[in-house]
C-alpha cells in the first residue's frame, strides 16, 4: 500500500490549502495529491441544470485519476472530504487501495442538520461576503485551546473560509446535506483504513470515529489529543505521524 499515491481530499468550507502544514512530510514520503473540489479553491463550479451531489463532486475525483493515469490510491479527506472519499468508494471500489478518514463519520445528515445546511446556502448566495459563515463556524471547527493561544491557527481558517467562492459554498453545503449513509459500504471496504479523529472534535466526535473504525473490517483508530475538527491545522505533525505510521 505504500507504493499507492495518496489523495486527500478537503474539508468544508476551505480548500486544498488546509493540508499546507502536512504537505511537505507526507510528499517525502508518498506521491500526494491534493485538489481542490468542485467550486473551491481554484476548481470552478460548472454550469449544470443537476440537484448539488457528492456522486457528482465523486465523478470528478475519478476523472482526476484517469488523467493522471492512476489505477489506484490510497483515498482519504477530512470532514466533507471524508463523505467525498465515501462517495468514491461507493461508486469506483476498484480505485481505492486504502483509506484515510479524518475528522469525519460515516452517517447522513439528520433532516435538522440539511436544514441547515440549506439556509447555510441560501444566505451564502444572497450576502456574497463569508465573514458570518467564518463566524460561526470557527467555535466548532477549532478546540477552545486553538481558538484562545494560537491566533495564527484562527486566522488561517478564517481567511479559508471567507476567500471562497459563496456559489461553491453552497454547491457544497446542499451536496453534502443531501449525501447517503455510508455504514453499510464501509462494514464490506476489505481494505486497510485509518481513522483520525481530533480528541475535542464537537462536529464527527471521537464516537463517530470509534463506530466507523468498528465498522471498518480493517479500520484503525487514532485519537490525536487536545485538538478539534480541522486536526491537519491543528496538529499537523501529529496527524503526518500518524498517516505515515499507517503507511
Not at 482526476?64 to 461507493?90: F, I, N, Q, W
Not at 441547515?116 to 463566524?135: I, P, Q
Amino acid at each position: 500500500m505504500a507504493d499507492l499515491p495518496l489523495l486527500l481530499l478537503h474539508a468544508f468550507p476551505v480548500d486544498a490549502r488546509m493540508w499546507n502544514a502536512v504537505r511537505e512530510p507526507l510528499a517525502a514520503r508518498v506521491r500526494l495529491i491534493t485538489p481542490d473540489q468542485r467550486g473551491l479553491g481554484r476548481t470552478p463550479l460548472p454550469e449544470t441544470d443537476r440537484a448539488p451531489s457528492l456522486d457528482d463532486a465523486a465523478r470528478d475525483v475519478l476523472a482526476l485519476l484517469d488523467k493522471l493515469e492512476l489505477d489506484r490510491v490510497v483515498l482519504g479527506g477530512c470532514s466533507m472530504g471524508g463523505y467525498l472519499t465515501m462517495a468514491v468508494l461507493r461508486l469506483a471500489p476498484e480505485r481505492v487501495g486504502g483509506l484515510v478518514l479524518i475528522d469525519t463519520r460515516a452517517s447522513a445528515d439528520t433532516p435538522e442538520a440539511a436544514e441547515n445546511r440549506e439556509r447555510m446556502a441560501v444566505r451564502a448566495e444572497t450576502e456574497g461576503d463569508l465573514g458570518w459563515l467564518a463566524e460561526g463556524m470557527l467555535p466548532n471547527l477549532l478546540a477552545e485551546r486553538t481558538r484562545t493561544e494560537r491566533p495564527d491557527v484562527v486566522e488561517t481558517v478564517r481567511d479559508l473560509i471567507e476567500s471562497q467562492r459563496p456559489a461553491g459554498v453552497a454547491w457544497a453545503a446542499r451536496a453534502v446535506g443531501a449525501r447517503r449513509d455510508s455504514s453499510d459500504l464501509l462494514a464490506t471496504a476489505d481494505i486497510p483504513a485509518l481513522v483520525v479523529v481530533g480528541e475535542q472534535d464537537v462536529l464527527t466526535t471521537p464516537d463517530d470515529a470509534r463506530r466507523m473504525a468498528d465498522l471498518l473490517p480493517k479500520g484503525e483508530l487514532a485519537v490525536l489529543p487536545g485538538v478539534g475538527h480541522l486536526t491537519p491545522l491543528e496538529a499537523p505533525a501529529a496527524l503526518t505521524e500518524a498517516i505515515l505510521g499507517w503507511l
